[in-house]
Structure formats: structure tokens, C-alpha cells
Nanobody, 122 residues
């Protein structure tokens, strides 16, 4: 069983910064792709950023390009999202998403973090 624990959300003024973290723990697994999604009230969950395990390729939503940076620390099984120049429209619950290879059942599973609230005031 794998658990994801997120941290780093909060309230910040427009133009400010926050750093989100998501750490995976458990046993008998390896991590593939890692990403961040967000969901604002009344909206569907949307991809914010993803970092691929194979070649380290990164994709960002157009709305966050140049402001957000995703990174990962494989030794710590952790993915980060550095958010700069935050805007009120970035307000949402942010979820990490990790693709896990279970070495016992030999299958891929997609895990979600519990979500962390990010609120940007104008």
C-alpha cells in the first residue's frame, strides 16, 4: 500500500509564492510519472504540470507556464510544485498524482494525494 502526503498549501496575496510537496511512502513499489492537478469550485479537475520518469520531460498547462515549476526528488519519492507570481485564478485545491508500479502484483496504479487548498487573494 502506498500513501501520498501533501503539504505546503495556504493563503497568499497575489504575486506571492508557495511551494507544494507530495511524498510517497510504503513498500514494494517504484514511481513512474508524477504530476499536479487542481480543481476550483464548479470546475473540473485539470492538469497543472507533469514530470515523466523516463526522460524527465515536463509539461505545463498554458495558464501556469513561466510561473510554476515542477520537480522531483527520486531519492525521497517526492514531487514539488513551486508556484510564483500567483494569481487569484490559481485558487483551487491542488492534488498530486503519482503513477506507481506495484512490484508484488506487477501492475500500475494511479494514486492521488489528499489535496491541499491554495487561496490567492487579490
Amino acid at each position: 500500500q502506498v500513501q501520498l502526503v501533501e503539504s505546503g498549501g495556504g493563503l497568499v496575496q497575489a504575486g506571492g509564492s508557495l511551494r507544494l510537496s507530495c511524498a510517497a511512502s510504503g513498500s514494494d513499489f517504484s514511481i513512474n510519472d508524477m504530476g499536479w492537478y487542481r480543481q476550483a469550485p464548479g470546475n473540473q479537475r485539470e492538469l497543472v504540470a507533469v514530470i515523466y520518469s523516463g526522460d524527465g520531460r515536463i509539461n505545463y498547462a498554458d495558464s501556469v507556464k513561466g510561473r510554476f515549476t515542477i520537480s522531483r526528488d527520486n531519492a525521497k519519492n517526492t514531487v514539488y510544485l513551486q508556484m510564483n507570481s500567483l494569481k487569484p485564478e490559481d485558487t483551487a485545491v491542488y492534488y498530486c498524482n503519482v503513477d506507481i508500479w506495484d512490484t508484488v502484483v506487477r501492475a500500475y496504479f494511479k494514486y492521488w494525494g489528499q489535496g491541499t487548498q491554495v487561496t490567492v487573494s487579490s
